[in-house]
């Protein structure tokens, strides 16, 4: 049996209270830098905190929550379409970010296994949803808790980082141009 789109609805939001106001363990643990999965490139885990904040944005208000909304407002867009687009836009990002593939990746890739669980829950319920205002109210919940996902990994990715790599000054790049490693009409714009 299919579970109910408010179930799921319900769900999704006792996470996202979860997650709200403490920082939750799957965020903690990733800014730790502990992937048991063995998520990362050559033993850091930099790449993976670059992930998280970009493809928690692109699974929320940067592309996915604009595009259903576009969608759902859309009347040449029934129902259905609808739900297929959410999946086409989001079911492979959010496994990619919470599967455990035993022996290879013995744990959620991510550490975020309720994005795997929430992403499998919403397309079961999907059934039970008869009216885009149905599909409206799910999705509500749900790129709110992924807006919540994404603010957290922002909050938490080394950001300082970026002192080591000042934009170059006009003369400094007047000397690249000098040096030949780009071309003078870049200073044209």
């Not at 687009?85 to 919470?98: C, P, R």
């Not at 975020?112 to 992403?119: E, T, W």
């Not at 999907?126 to 599909?135: A, H, R, V």
Request: hydrophobic share 40%; charged share 25%.
């Amino acid at each position: 049996m299919a579970k109910n789109w408010k179930e799921v609805k319900d769900a999704i939001e006792d996470d996202l209270d979860r997650i709200m106001w403490e920082e939750p363990v799957e965020v903690k643990m990733s800014r730790l830098g502990v992937f048991p999965s063995g998520a990362g490139t050559d033993g850091q885990y930099l790449s993976n905190l670059v992930f998280q904040v970009a493809d928690t944005q692109a699974m929320s208000w940067w592309t996915a929550h604009p595009a259903m909304q576009r969608a759902i407002a859309d009347p040449d867009f029934s129902v259905e379409h609808c739900k297929k687009l959410w999946i086409y836009v989001n079911a492979h990002m959010l496994h990619l970010m919470g599967d455990v593939s035993p022996p290879q990746c013995p744990a959620p890739w991510m550490n975020l296994p309720k994005l795997s669980q929430f992403c499998e829950d919403i397309i079961e319920c999907f059934d039970t949803i008869n009216t885009k205002e149905e599909l409206n109210d799910l999705m509500w919940s749900w790129f709110n808790y992924m807006h919540r996902l994404n603010r957290w990994f922002f909050l938490v990715f080394p950001w300082e980082l970026g002192e080591d790599y000042p934009r170059k000054t006009e003369a400094e790049t007047r000397a690249l141009i000098a040096k030949g490693e780009l071309p003078a009409s870049i200073l044209n714009n």
